[in-house]
């Protein structure tokens, strides 16, 4: 079946412009994750949905950042008046429940100018 | 707070012979997930092997097992009969069973296999 897609693959922005990243997890994969990858601190959670529960926010590193996810499926990650220290690659993972084996998607690679 | 550890910032291994990964980790949640993942140059994370704190024998999966020593608090991958395309970063990470459902990953190992 299908895996975790997501959208861009690359994207490239001048410091100060919003940018938006998007996931669609597996098909009826109730737990979506997004996470960071970048060179000086690797791999680093930002935020996790849960079915209708209140997503856990304790890894957004500032109010720069938000998420959403629309309808329990696909999850839109905005990062707003970016910065260069944004850049890196944004993960995206889905779970069939909170406690499973999370499965990544390919990353958008975010370059900020 | 969680922690994982991998000391090894790169490896080698010939062609078909086996390699351990270390992986050491720091938890105070009685239960927990450790996890494996292999992150080709392509960039994608693929899920190797999951062993739970409370499993009584080793995971194994195909050319992958988990050498897993509790008391240690150890969580080492080996790979049997290396194969070229088993070249790729490698991390190990791990998620509490209670709570935080996000995983805390190590800082990886890049393995490199020579024919």
């Known amino acids: 079946g299908a895996g975790v897609s997501q959208s861009p693959s690359n994207k490239v922005t001048e410091k100060g412009k919003d940018v938006e990243l998007r996931c669609d997890p597996i098909?009826?994969?109730?737990?979506l994750y997004w996470y960071r990858q970048s060179l000086g601190q690797g791999l680093e959670f930002l935020i996790y949905?849960?079915?209708?529960?209140?997503?856990?926010k304790s890894g957004l590193p500032s109010d720069r950042f938000s998420a959403e996810r629309t309808g329990g499926s696909v999850s839109t990650l905005t990062i707003q008046r970016t910065q260069q220290e944004d850049s890196a690659v944004y993960l995206c993972?889905?779970?069939?429940?909170?406690?499973?084996?999370?499965?990544f998607g390919p990353g958008t690679r975010l370059t900020v100018l | 707070a969680q922690k994982i550890t991998q000391t090894q910032p790169g490896m080698f291994v010939q062609e078909k012979e086996a390699v351990t990964l270390d992986c050491t980790y720091d938890?105070?949640?009685?239960?927990?997930?450790l996890f494996w993942y292999k992150q080709p140059s392509s960039g994608e994370m693929i899920f190797l092997i999951y062993?739970?704190?409370?499993?009584?024998q080793n995971a194994t999966e195909g050319r992958y097992s988990l050498n897993f020593q509790k008391a240690r608090k150890s969580a080492n991958l080996v790979i049997s009969a290396s194969q070229l395309g088993d070249s790729a970063m490698y991390f190990c990470?791990?998620?509490?069973?209670?709570?935080?459902?996000?995983?805390?990953f190590g800082s990886g190992t890049r393995l490199q296999v020579q024919p």
């Open positions: 993972a889905s779970s069939f429940q909170g406690r499973d084996t999370q499965y």
């Open positions: 098909s009826g994969h109730t737990a």
């Open positions: 949905f849960q079915g209708n529960s209140a997503p856990d």
């Open positions: 938890t105070s949640d009685p239960s927990y997930g």
């Open positions: 062993q739970g704190s409370y499993d009584q």
């Open positions: 990470a791990m998620r509490a069973s209670t709570g935080r459902r996000a995983l805390t």
